[in-house]
C-alpha cells in the first residue's frame, strides 16, 4: 500500500463506552507498534507486535486497554470503559522488522483523534 | 529510565538565520537516536538518525556521548522547515525498537 493507514481519523464517543482503533501497517512489515500523543506531548509507546504476538505490552496504561493482530498484519486497538483522560491522538507505526538500521525505521499512520467526552 | 529531553517548546527564526533544535538524553546502554519531523496536516516522519550520519535537507545532528545531547543543526533556515520536530531514542534490539520520544519543539521560519 501507500503508507500505514487509520481509521477512524476521528472517534467522540461518551465515557464509559467501548472502542476500537484499526490500524493497517505497510505490506510485508512484521513490527507494528502502537503510540499515544497527547496534547502537547511526544508520542509514548504502548504496545509492540511481532508478527501475531505482542512482544512487549509494557506501555499500555491499565487493563482497559487491549491490543491483537490476529493475522500478523491489521491491527485493533481496543479500549473499554473509556475515560476523559483517553483522550488522544493514537497512532500507529510499522517497521519491516526489528533489529539494525535498516529494516527498522518506524513509518507512521496518521493517527486515530479520540475524544471522550 | 529512558528520557529525552527537548527544553524549548517553540524557536523561532528569520529565513536564512542558522537553527539549532536542542536534545538531550538519558539512557544506560547504546541508544539509537532519531530525529522525526511533523509538518503541518501531515504524518510523523523520519528526518534522521544518529548512524547514518548524513545530511537531510540541509539538516544534520551529532551524537555526543560525553553530553549525552543530539541537537538537531542547520546553518540557513527556510520557511518550508516550519513544523514540529520531535528527538527520539530506542534501543537497538532485534526485540523491538520501542522509540521515546521528546516533547518537541516548533519551528516557526520568519520571511
Known amino acids: 500500500g501507500a503508507g500505514v493507514s487509520q481509521t477512524p481519523s476521528n472517534k467522540v464517543t461518551e465515557k464509559g463506552k467501548y472502542v476500537e482503533l484499526r490500524c493497517d501497517p505497510i505490506?510485508?512489515?512484521?513490527?507494528l507498534y502502537w503510540y499515544r500523543q497527547s496534547l502537547g506531548q511526544g508520542p509514548e509507546f504502548l504496545i509492540y507486535?511481532?508478527?501475531?504476538?505482542?512482544?512487549?505490552d509494557s506501555g499500555l496504561p491499565n487493563d482497559r486497554f487491549f491490543a491483537v493482530r490476529p493475522e500478523g498484519s491489521v491491527s485493533t486497538l481496543k479500549i473499554q470503559r473509556t475515560e476523559r483522560g483517553d483522550s488522544a491522538v493514537y497512532l500507529c507505526?510499522?517497521?519491516?522488522?526489528?533489529?539494525?538500521?535498516?529494516?527498522?525505521?518506524?513509518?507512521f499512520g496518521p493517527g486515530t483523534r479520540l475524544t471522550v467526552l | 529510565a529512558q528520557r529525552v529531553t527537548q527544553p524549548e517548546k517553540l524557536l523561532s527564526v528569520f529565513k536564512g538565520a542558522p537553527v539549532e533544535l536542542k536534545c538531550n538524553y538519558s539512557y544506560s546502554g547504546s541508544p539509537e537516536l532519531f530525529w522525526y519531523v511533523q509538518y503541518s496536516r501531515q504524518r510523523l516522519q523520519l528526518l534522521l538518525r544518529h548512524i547514518s550520519r548524513e545530511s537531510i535537507k540541509g539538516f544534520t545532528a551529532d551524537l555526543n556521548k560525553g553530553e549525552t545531547s543530539f541537537h538537531l543543526k542547520k546553518p540557513f533556515a527556510q520557511e518550508e522547515d516550519s513544523a514540529m520536530y520531535y528527538c527520539?531514542?530506542?534501543?537497538?534490539?532485534?526485540?523491538?525498537?520501542?522509540?521515546?520520544f521528546g516533547a518537541g519543539t516548533i519551528l516557526r521560519v520568519k520571511s
Open positions: 527520539a531514542l530506542s534501543q537497538v534490539s532485534e526485540y523491538g525498537n520501542k522509540l521515546v
Open positions: 507505526a510499522s517497521s519491516l522488522r526489528p533489529g539494525l538500521a535498516g529494516t527498522n525505521e518506524q513509518f
Open positions: 505490506s510485508g512489515h512484521t513490527a
Open positions: 507486535f511481532q508478527g501475531t504476538g505482542a512482544a512487549d
